[in-house]
Nanobody, 124 residues
């Protein structure tokens, strides 16, 4: 199992910046990728950005050029630096981790985990 805990959300004015953090504990050697997702009121959860264990990143078109995903591999900590925030970025942001069974870690299960989320509110 993996436990994820997000922090860093809050209220910010449009144009401002925030940095979210996500700490992972437990069977972290099983993690193959981590990412940030968000869910705005009345909308479905959507991908914001992901990073694989090899360092490959992917971003939603709506955040490209404004958000940066990064990680501290040694500490299994994930970050999301958000600049030029817009009111439409208002959402609960969730950290997610994909676990994968491989020859190196045969005891791992192919599954995923989510944190409880952190609220980001951008005022206009």
């Amino acid at each position: 199992q993996v436990q994820l805990a997000e922090s860093g959300g809050g209220l910010v004015q449009a144009g401002g910046s925030l940095r979210l953090s996500c700490g992972a504990t437990g069977d972290t050697v099983c993690i193959s990728a981590m990412g940030w997702y968000r869910q705005a009121p009345g909308k479905e959860r959507e991908l914001v950005a992901t990073v694989t264990s090899g360092g490959s990143t992917k971003y939603a078109d709506s955040v490209k050029g404004r958000f940066t995903i990064s990680r501290d591999t040694a500490k299994y900590t994930l970050f999301l630096t958000m600049n030029s925030l817009k009111p439409e970025d208002t959402a609960v942001y969730y950290c997610g981790a994909d676990l994968q069974q491989t020859l190196r870690v045969p005891w791992c299960a192919n599954t995923n985990y989510w944190g409880k989320g952190t609220l980001v509110t951008v005022s206009s």
